[in-house]
């Protein structure tokens, strides 16, 4: 059966619209690019292609019919590019690929790299670099979970564990074993830059951590982000790493001041001055999304409850609002009402009579979140991440779900909440 294309919403009023038409379509990483400079075009990736969606009236449109094995990556941040990979096997990212940009109005398709190994990431804001990843060959690659083929219709590894006594781990909790066998197993990697005009490849950094995530600058094209992947309470996950600055040593954003504190998620603001992301004070017990302004080391931590916690936040163009797309029981919230879509409206925390310790502006400034239910997502599988995004006129927020069954694009529409 056909998922409906709009309702309200009849637990909060709001407007939902089916954006997609084909089943298993799917929005992109809720910090990847997905919009045209201009804002006019929505770019989604389609069992048969790449796909743009009109964001005023939301009209649909095939941009391109892609008869091999592919995957959207992103969107330019200063043309009208799609930019996706061509590879023999999707489910394999590492393996060699070939790296096509897609004019968003014309269709017409360049090649603009071979890549004989590693993972595309992320392309810099003026797209004359596209950044990417590799694993150096070893023994242990073939035996370890996280290497095995993605399910395409919960865009993750089927992982699955056991504990001593035989019991089977959750989902979440096997996928955390998963991700420390990789941690430990100190595969040499490679962190590269490809020039989109000629194709030359250039080697950055190099370590035995696992490096992932990594991030351009939606405004600086010599600023990259990255994180050191594995279970979040066990590693420093976030870096910068400076490109003007040749052979200087990554910077970490983020250090741990309690056992168990984590952090992670992390996504420039739309000017780029500033990496938020999710950060708990320990896991599971305390919530914050947490700032870091790049230019001066400011932090910003906003609060938030339990149920508010979601897989994803992300932050509105013009920095006003937040969203966040919940989570299930099994999550690290063990919330037990958070399969919504959230609004989050940022609240500051004043000096007390406008009273502040000598050493105030060194320190965290805190605030607080409260939040507004967009949609209900009691019947999303949380297997699969919603990925919000803010659209950039700021008046709806995109997502995917397979809360109907099939995986489809979604927008919800936020309305007087903007104002």
């Known amino acids: 059966m056909e998922p409906p294309r709009e309702w309200i919403d009849a637990d909060t009023g709001h407007k939902v619209t089916r954006l997609s038409d084909e089943p298993d379509s799917s929005s ?95 392309i810099n804001a003026d797209e004359t670099l596209l950044g990417g990843v590799q694993a150096l060959p070893h023994p242990l690659t073939a035996t370890l979970q996280i290497s095995k083929p993605r399910d395409p219709k919960l865009d993750q590894v089927a992982f699955s564990a056991s504990w001593p006594d035989g019991r089977p781990m959750t989902y979440a909790d096997a996928k955390e074993v998963a991700l420390n066998e990789r941690l430990e197993a100190g595969i040499p990697m490679k962190m590269f830059v490809i020039d989109t005009r000629t194709g030359e490849r250039r080697d950055i950094y190099g370590s035995t951590d696992w490096l992932n995530h990594l991030l351009f600058s939606p405004t600086d094209p010599n600023v990259l982000m990255f994180c050191h992947e594995g279970p979040w309470h066990k590693v420093d996950r976030l870096w910068l790493l400076g490109l003007d600055q040749p ?49 001066t080391g400011r932090r910003t931590w906003y609060h938030l409850e339990r149920d508010e916690w979601s897989v994803h936040f992300n932050s509105s163009p013009d920095g006003r609002l937040f969203a966040g797309d919940g989570g299930d029981e ?60 803010f659209t950039p006129d700021g008046t709806s927020i995109v997502f995917r779900s397979n809360m109907h069954g099939q995986v489809h694009v979604y927008a919800v529409e936020l309305g007087k909440e903007t104002a």
């Open 330 to 389: 099994e999550m690290v919230a063990h919330a037990k009402d958070a399969k919504w879509i959230y609004l989050f409206t940022p609240h500051g925390i004043p000096n007390v009579a406008g009273i502040k310790a000598d050493d105030a502006d060194s320190l965290v400034t805190p605030g607080y979140f409260t939040s507004h239910k967009l949609v209900n997502m009691k019947d999303h599988d949380y297997r699969l991440e919603p990925n919000i995004i």
């Open 28 to 122: 992109l990483y809720f910090n990847y690019n997905c919009f045209t400079p201009q804002g006019d075009l929505l770019i989604l990736e389609t069992p048969t292609g790449i796909s743009r969606v009109n964001t005023k009236t939301r009209a649909l449109e095939q941009i391109i019919a892609i008869p091999e094995t592919f995957r959207l990556l992103f969107t330019g941040h200063s043309s009208r590019l799609a930019y996706y990979s061509v590879q023999p096997d999707r489910g394999q990212r590492g393996g060699p690929k070939s790296i096509h940009a897609v004019d968003v109005d014309t269709g017409v398709s360049r090649l603009i790299a071979e890549v004989s190994g590693g993972d595309i990431q992320t």
């Open 247 to 295: 052979g200087s040593s990554p910077v970490k954003i983020h250090s741990r001041t309690m056992n168990m504190e984590i952090a992670g998620h992390e996504w420039f603001s739309h000017d780029g001055k500033t990496i938020w992301y999710d950060l708990q004070t320990p896991r599971g017990e305390d919530f914050w999304v947490a700032g870091y302004e790049i230019a």
